[in-house]
């Protein structure tokens, strides 16, 4: 059965740090990682999708690595900003054809 | 449209009346899926869609809870007698090809059983 977990649960730093949040799966035979964006209250935000033949994605300034051997995936923001604060969740998903997400990981930048 | 419409955004039910929720699929997508989100971010995978056929129903409390997805209308979602334990955020994705493109997320509806 797929777990996935999510490092740190919540992160707090100042305005215009770079920063990386760290997601980690138990089986590897995995078809692709999806990393969302969750803002109080509202539904998920696709940001980066990695399929399983790829080992990162870039938007803007963010950067999703995946590592199928080790069981990890990073999420990379450059130049933190205010309005990057949100929850963060990746998701898995392997041959029971369904996201397994992570708890995530509350994320604060300080003006 | 390029988005799953949910609805409605929010539902109140007393404990036992029955809830129905709705999500529209983007035009295209042959994948629908149902997840429930309670306490702490935890998300439960409940069923899932190819076209109107059920793909995968492992997640549902099957006595309670029951899904459809019906050329040309609306899928949906029913719970039967609710209870105070179903209160969570109920999110409808799609996708048109998992692999490569992924999931797309609608709002969500928020359940509440008082």
């Known amino acids: 059965k797929q777990e996935v977990t999510q490092i740190p649960a919540a992160l707090s730093v100042p305005e215009g740090e770079n920063l990386v949040l760290n997601c980690s799966f138990t089986d590897s035979a995995i078809y692709n990682l999806q990393w969302f964006r969750q803002d109080p209250g509202k539904g998920l935000t696709s940001l980066l999708l990695?399929?399983?033949?790829?080992r990162e994605q870039t938007s803007g300034r963010l950067n999703a690595s995946l590592d199928k051997s080790s069981g990890r995936s990073t999420l990379y923001i450059a130049a933190s900003q205010p309005g990057d604060s949100a929850t963060y969740l990746c998701?898995?998903?392997?041959?029971?054809?369904?996201?397994?997400f992570g708890k995530g990981t509350k994320l604060t930048v300080n003006p | 449209g390029e988005e799953v419409a949910q609805t409605p955004k929010h539902l109140v039910r007393g404990e036992g009346q029955k809830a129905k929720l709705y999500c529209a699929p983007i035009?295209?997508?042959?994948?629908v899926f149902w997840y429930q989100q309670v306490l702490k971010n935890e998300f439960k995978f409940l069923i899932s869609?190819?076209?109107?056929?059920?793909?995968?129903e492992t997640g549902m409390p099957k006595e309670r809870f029951s899904a459809k997805c019906l050329p040309n209308s609306p899928c949906s979602l029913e719970i039967q007698a609710t209870k105070l334990e179903d209160s969570a955020v109920y999110f409808c994705?799609?996708?048109?090809?998992?692999?490569?493109?992924?999931?797309?997320f609608g709002s969500g509806t928020r359940l509440t059983v008082v």
């Open positions: 990695i399929q399983s033949s790829q």
């Open positions: 994705a799609s996708s048109l090809d998992r692999a490569n493109y992924g999931y797309t």
């Open positions: 869609f190819q076209n109107e056929n059920v793909f995968d």
């Open positions: 035009k295209g997508h042959s994948y």
């Open positions: 998701a898995a998903e392997g041959g029971s054809e369904k996201l397994v």
